[in-house]
T-cell receptor
Framework: KNQVEQSPQSLIILEGKNCTLQ??????????LRWYKQDTGRGPVSLTI?????NTKSNGRYTATLDADTKQSSLHITASQLSDSASYIC???????????FGGGTRVLVKP | NAGVTQTPKFQVLKTGQSMTLQCAQD?????MSWYRQDPGMGLRLIHY???????DQGEVPNGYNVSRSTTEDFPLRLLSAAPSQTSVYFC??????????????FGQGTRLTVV
């Protein structure tokens, strides 16, 4: 079973609307959690990185939250744009070793 | 500054053929790694390197070899291609040998089809 689960698998939203993506993880011990954006046919690009002590981090219209107690994270996209159409990947990094564990991603499609 | 460059972008192989996927970075990063991405699954680590001359296996290393003769280059070799190796391959690099605290930069990927 994957140690990083994302939901939903895909979603469609109208341009200008907000949406929230979820990430639940069981990876332990925890070092940090990252959200990546992956455009079709491209490699993932980092949006945010959060450590244990950080609850919220923003990058423009992207806001990530982290609850290390419940092992949950979310990525909120505000006022979506067509360019937000992409897959969003949650990655959890163990405190020991160099292992990154990737979620399966949420595919977001923004329609005009 | 090119970042992480992968070649080729697309490749079709016949079963049993061998080939090398190239990866180069110009950021003087110590840590480099190879992942494969399959539909509906998260990226899975194939091999990684913490510096020139040092490589190690990830979670799905079978059928692949790597070497790290320079800091810049980290090629991935498929020894005898199999249809199960049809996937999209990503090379990534990080400044530190402890990437848990640094950002990973990814190449644009190589889409490989084995027929």
């Amino acid at each position: 079973k994957n140690q990083v689960e994302q939901s939903p698998q895909s979603l469609i939203i109208l341009e200008g609307k907000n949406c929230t993506l979820q990430c639940n993880y069981t990876v332990s011990p925890f070092s940090n959690l990252r959200w990546y954006k992956q455009d079709t046919g491209r490699g993932p690009v980092s949006l945010t990185i959060m450590t244990f002590s950080e609850n919220t981090k923003s990058n423009g219209r992207y806001t990530a939250t982290l609850d290390a107690d419940t092992k949950q994270s979310s990525l909120h996209i505000t006022a979506s744009q067509l360019s937000d159409s992409a897959s969003y990947i949650c990655v959890v990094v163990k405190a020991a070793g160099n292992k990154l564990t990737f979620g399966g991603g949420t595919r977001v499609l923004v329609k005009p | 500054n090119a970042g992480v460059t992968q070649t080729p972008k697309f490749q079709v192989l016949k079963t049993g053929q061998s080939m090398t996927l190239q990866c180069a970075q110009d950021m003087n990063h110590e840590y480099m790694s190879w992942y494969r991405q399959d539909p509906g699954m998260g990226l899975r680590l194939i091999h990684y390197s913490v510096g020139a001359g040092i490589t190690d296996q990830g979670e799905v290393p079978n059928g692949y070899n790597v070497s790290r003769s320079t800091t810049e280059d980290f090629p991935l070799r498929l020894l005898s291609a199999a249809p199960s190796q049809t996937s999209v391959y990503f090379c990534a690099s990080s400044y530190s040998t402890r990437p848990m605290n640094t950002e990973a930069f990814f190449g644009q990927g190589t889409r490989l089809t084995v027929v």
